[in-house]
Structure formats: structure tokens, C-alpha cells
């Protein structure tokens, strides 16, 4: 028997296009009464956010920022844009959760990634490629820790051609 996990990180492409699927996994996983969690990139993290405040779920959202309050350091200004209505709909926001302004944009991008999964249940990907790299390598990393991943991809998948995830053989992703 599944139960529903308590918090769960959501993530995924930034090249994806816009998914009804993401919406019907926000929703379930909001109202099953799981915390959510997710980045602040364009794509997938963009769309999660946008679906949790529009079904009146931010307050269950916590977003994952690698800029500052003010707007420095995120990756675009409509990435700082959507963080900004989130929190004012209720999100919580973790600031500079990729570290500091010096650390360069992609390896904050990371970092964020990997501390969001913290206290995580459970870990949902929405990836547009196999060679969606940060994506790919965050689901890595929450399988490595014994979190749940489930993955939707945007592509044809065959699994008998699929090679496990670097450092995760055998746990389920």
C-alpha cells in the first residue's frame, strides 16, 4: 500500500513545455497534504509554481531561490518575478539557497537542487530529454540518499534501454 508522501521536491527541464501533467501531480500531491517543494528556474519549476498558486495551494510551497530578496542572481527577471508572487500568495522562500552571489549561477543552480530534497519524502521530475542534465543529476542524488524518485519524461522511453542512473543501480529510478 502507497501512502502519501509528507513532502515531496518537485523539478524538472527548464526547456519544458507547458504539461497539464504537472498541474494533476501538484494538485494530488497538495491535496493529499504534502508539502511541496521547488527550485525557482523557468520550465519545469516555473510551471509547478504557477500551479500551486493557481489551484490556491502557495501556502503549501516552498520555493528554493539562488537570488536574493532584492533580485540579484536569479537566472532571469521573470524567474525573480514568479518567486516574488509566489511569497506574496503565501510560498515560503529559502533565499540564496545555493550559497552565495560569488558562486557562479549553474553550480548554484545545483546546489539549490540538492537542498531542497532536504526532508524530503519523496522527489518528481518533469524532464524534457535524457540529456537534461540537472534534472537527471538531482534525481541521482535523492535516489543515492534513499529518497523516492519518479520521473515524467517528455520522451519516447524504452526501459530495456535505459541504463540505471550513475551511483544508483538497483534503488528504483
Do not use: K, Y
Amino acid at each position: 500500500m502507497f501512502t502519501s508522501p509528507s513532502s515531496v521536491t518537485l523539478g524538472g527541464s527548464r526547456n519544458l513545455q507547458p504539461s497539464p501533467v504537472i498541474v494533476h501531480v501538484v494538485v494530488a500531491l497538495a491535496q493529499s497534504g504534502a508539502a511541496l517543494s521547488v527550485g525557482c528556474a523557468t520550465g519545469a519549476d516555473s510551471q509547478v509554481i504557477q500551479s500551486a498558486m493557481s489551484n490556491l495551494f502557495a501556502t503549501r510551497l516552498t520555493v528554493w531561490a539562488v537570488g536574493e530578496r532584492g533580485g540579484q542572481g536569479f537566472p532571469s527577471p521573470a524567474s525573480f518575478a514568479l518567486v516574488q508572487a509566489a511569497h506574496r500568495a503565501g510560498a515560503s522562500v529559502r533565499w540564496l539557497a545555493g550559497g552565495g552571489l560569488a558562486i557562479p549561477l549553474g553550480a548554484r543552480l545545483a546546489l539549490r537542487s540538492q537542498a531542497s530534497l532536504a526532508g524530503a519524502s519523496a522527489a518528481v521530475f518533469f524532464v524534457s530529454s535524457r540529456l537534461s542534465r540537472g534534472s537527471w543529476g538531482c534525481a541521482a542524488h535523492a535516489a543515492a540518499n534513499g529518497i523516492p524518485v519518479f520521473a515524467f519524461a517528455e520522451f519516447q522511453v524504452s526501459l530495456s534501454g535505459l541504463a540505471p542512473l550513475p551511483g544508483c543501480a538497483g534503488r528504483g529510478v
